[in-house]
Structures are given as structure tokens and as C-alpha cells.
């Protein structure tokens, strides 16, 4: 037997509350039994969205949420800025090209967050932009945009502000009302500790405006009617009764922890991940704006990523993620999103200094658990 600890950025683990909530007999979605267990989810995301907005539920993987973020808005052939940096910036390009939208790209160099005055240029010179799309974790990378700043810009002028935060929800404290986010999109399976399945969507009414003239066409993603259903507690198409009992289970969890100190252990986490790779020196991926979901790891010269990635899993049980694209061989990825604490930090650490050492890379065992252990007794 093998033990096994997911550490991705995505699935991450499902702790038990959830685990049981979801095994319990399935409900009907239009009986009476499912509206109070919508309307509790339905408030619950409010919550950890931090808004009065609408906070639809899809069934579907985040992506799911991207699409319909963009073929509710707009029209083909609009004008739409996509901030690019990294495999997830990239999807939204794709995803507005197949809609037929118009896409400005701010190619971001990876590893780096986009300048703000950069979004701001782009706007400047193209008033027809009518919305502008980005991640707030960049997962490829392990870089996070500053959001709040592109808010603040992006509110000045009539273009909608889209916000992937897929990766990025219940590790960071994200002011969606207070920011002025116009649409942003969540996913069951990263923060939130629950299985993969449902995409989580806020619309402000800047965005509803927009909603009422665009003719993109739609069917499954009809944000409209899910709008009007979810007044009705009830989800346009057969609700996942279960994922939804588990979201439930999930956001008691996070409350009764309270939104601050949950972004605070994400901090604690995140940190003692950095010092660790530092004791060990090993380069942060990321130049600037780590996330607080994932640390992204160079591997040392002479040492594959994927390698480290590959014995992490097969040798200890560890499964965290290797690099994407072009970074596939050059990093590796631990996650420290949700369902995660002091000893998944420490776990991890210790599995990349065995793995390492075991690859011929000179470590001396137990360097990065120290430098972890002390900010995690913090
Ligand atoms: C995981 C993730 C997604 C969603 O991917 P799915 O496979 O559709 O769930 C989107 N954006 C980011 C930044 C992610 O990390």
C-alpha cells in the first residue's frame, strides 16, 4: 500500500464534512427539499465572493464559467483585451476567438504579472475594447495579476471586467464589490475543496446591461435564465444535487474558520513553501506576485522537472504538478489551496528533498522542512 497526498492546483482534496455531505441520498432538483439547500449555497458564495452580485452555479469545470463569461456579454466581432500570461491566458484568447470577438493580446512575459499601465495604454488606444479578460492566479506560472489595480482602470471606462479566479478563491482576499470585478469566474475542485463540477460565476450589473443587447449565440450557458431560475433557488438545467450538498458542507467549513483567517493560513502556507525552496535554494518560478494557491519551483540545473514531478507520485505518494508547455521539465508544482494546513506543507518538502537527493542533487535532508517549520510554529 501506498499512502497518497494530492497536492495539485487542481483537484485538490475533499475533506470529510464534504465527502459525507455528498453521500447522501440524492434529492430532486425541483421538489421542495433542494430550495433551501440552494439558497444556502446560493448565499454561501455570496460570502466568499465578498458581493451583492448574482453568483451563478453551473455543472461544469471552470472552464465551463470562461466560455459563458464570454458568449453572455458580447457580440461577435467586438473588441475584447486579453491579458496573456501564461496557459490560462492563452484559454481566454482561444475561447473569445471561437466566439469570434476581436482579440488585443497583452502578451505577458511568463513568470511576470502584467503592468497595469500596460492595460491602461491598451484601453487608451482602443475605446471600442469592450471587455478585458484575465486570470488573477495564473496557475502555469504561479504568478498572480494585481487585480484590484486592474479594477480600478478597467471601472474607468464602459468595458467589462472578467477575472479568472479559478485557482485564486478562498486563498486570496478578493473585494469583488469593493474592487469593482464585473464578472468572476470560481470552480469547485481549486479552493473549494470539493470534487470537479461546478463553475461559479458573479455578474455585476454593468455586466446584466450587457447581457440584454449581446447576441453571441448560447444554449447551455444561458446566464439570463440562470439568473432568473437561481431567484427560484433552482438551476436552469438538472441541478448536481450532490456537488451542491458538498458546497454547502464545504462553505460551513470556511465559515466557521472565518474569510480572514482562512486567507491568512493560505499566507502561512504559501510562505513556509517560498522559505522552504529558498533553504534548499531552489529558484521561485515566479519574478514577482507569488499566489498564495501554488508555489511554482525551478528544478536545479541538471535535473529534470518532470522527473521530480514523476518521483514525487510514484516513489512517495506525492502528487503535486509538473510545468505546462514550454515550462514542462524547467518547474514543478506544489500546491496549498484548500483543504490544506501545517503538515501538507511539510509533506511536500520533505518528499521534494528525498526525491532531489535521490535524483543526485546534492541536499542535505531536513534544510527546507527547518526553514518551514519555522514559520509554520509562527
Ligand atoms: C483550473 C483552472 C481553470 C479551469 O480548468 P478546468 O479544467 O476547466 O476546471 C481555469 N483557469 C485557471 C487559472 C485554473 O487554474
Not at 529558498?278 to 506576485?289: F, G, R, T
Not at 528533498?353 to 534544510?367: D, F, I, R, S
Request: aromatic share 8%; net charge positive.
Amino acid at each position: 500500500m501506498q499512502k497518497k497526498y494530492l497536492l495539485a492546483p487542481g483537484p485538490t482534496p475533499v475533506p470529510p464534512d464534504a465527502l459525507l455531505a455528498m453521500a447522501m441520498p440524492i434529492i430532486h432538483h425541483r421538489a421542495p427539499d433542494f430550495l433551501p439547500v440552494l439558497d444556502s449555497a446560493k448565499k454561501g458564495l455570496q460570502w466568499l465572493y465578498q458581493t451583492k452580485n448574482d453568483v451563478l452555479i453551473l455543472c461544469s469545470t471552470g472552464t465551463g464559467g470562461m466560455v459563458g463569461s464570454v458568449n453572455n456579454f458580447l457580440n461577435p466581432g467586438d473588441d475584447v483585451l486579453v491579458v496573456n500570461g501564461g496557459k490560462f491566458g492563452e484559454r481566454w484568447t482561444k475561447i473569445c476567438q471561437a466566439y469570434g470577438m476581436k482579440v488585443t493580446e497583452l502578451v505577458v512575459e511568463w513568470g511576470h504579472a502584467v503592468k497595469p499601465e500596460q492595460v491602461e495604454e491598451a484601453l487608451k488606444k482602443n475605446a471600442k475594447i469592450k471587455a478585458v479578460f484575465v486570470q488573477y492566479t495564473e496557475t502555469s506560472t504561479g504568478v498572480n495579476h494585481d487585480i484590484k489595480t486592474l479594477a480600478g482602470i478597467v471601472k474607468k471606462t464602459d468595458a467589462l471586467f472578467v477575472v479568472d479566479a479559478i485557482s485564486a478563491l478562498v486563498a486570496h482576499d478578493i473585494r469583488t464589490d469593493e474592487w469593482g470585478v464585473d464578472v468572476m469566474i470560481g470552480g469547485s475542485q481549486k479552493g473549494i475543496m470539493l470534487p470537479p463540477g461546478l463553475a461559479f460565476v458573479s455578474v455585476s450589473d454593468k455586466a446584466w446591461k450587457m447581457a440584454d443587447t449581446a447576441k453571441t449565440p448560447k444554449f447551455y450557458f444561458n446566464f439570463k435564465k440562470e439568473r432568473e431560475n437561481l431567484s427560484k433557488n433552482q438551476t436552469t438545467w438538472t441541478s448536481p444535487v450532490s456537488l451542491i450538498i458538498g458546497l454547502n458542507a464545504a462553505i460551513k467549513m470556511l465559515q466557521d474558520e472565518g474569510l480572514e483567517n482562512v486567507f491568512k493560513r493560505h499566507d502561512r502556507l504559501a510562505r513556509a513553501t517560498r522559505a522552504a525552496a529558498a533553504a534548499l535554494s531552489l529558484p521561485l518560478y515566479p519574478k514577482e506576485n507569488p499566489s498564495l494557491s501554488l508555489t511554482a519551483i525551478e528544478a536545479p540545473a541538471g535535473v529534470d522537472g518532470q522527473a521530480i514531478y514523476k518521483d514525487l507520485r510514484v516513489k512517495y505518494g506525492i502528487t503535486g504538478a509538473g510545468g505546462q508547455d514550454k515550462l514542462k521539465g524547467k518547474i514543478f508544482r506544489i500546491a496549498h489551496l484548500g483543504y490544506a494546513d501545517t503538515f501538507d506543507v511539510i509533506t511536500a518538502v520533505a518528499g521534494i528533498e528525498m526525491v532531489l537527493k535521490g535524483l543526485g542533487h546534492p541536499v542535505k535532508l531536513g534544510t527546507g522542512v527547518a526553514a518551514a517549520q519555522e514559520i509554520l510554529m509562527k
